[in-house]
């Protein structure tokens, strides 16, 4: 499966912005990550196929919110109150090689798919 990113760009501290992610085929779970400078690749958010289950890290909940729609293989990541500390290349991710389970979603190891990644800046 190949994943195709979008969205980005620059946003003043506060402000939101989205980015999605769509896939050529079906995915189990869809992932968010996110690469700073600098820093290892860590886990934002993710969303499973079925539905009902979404699992967020710590540093971004009730801030963002990941959705998807399955008609189109598409997901995405509405980012709201963005931080400077926000800033970072953000990546899609995609399980299609079988189920994983719950708590394995925030390993980047789970997911068999990336997406190029998509730059984020916030600026303070």
């Known amino acids: 499966v190949q994943l195709q990113a979008s969205g980005g760009g620059l946003v003043q501290a506060g402000h939101s912005l989205s980015v999605s992610c769509a896939a050529s085929?079906?995915?189990?779970?869809m992932g968010w990550f996110r690469q700073a400078p600098g820093k290892e690749r860590e886990f934002v958010a993710a969303i499973a196929w079925s539905g009902g289950s979404i699992s967020y890290a710590d540093s971004v909940r009730g801030r963002f919110t990941i959705s998807r729609d399955n008609a189109k293989n598409t997901w995405y990541l509405q980012m709201n109150g963005l931080k400077p500390e926000d800033t970072a290349v953000y990546y899609c991710a995609g399980r299609s090689t079988g189920r994983v389970v719950f708590s394995a979603w925030s390993w980047p190891r789970s997911y068999d798919s990336w997406g190029q990644g998509t730059l984020v800046t916030v600026s303070s």
């Open positions: 085929g079906r995915t189990y779970v």
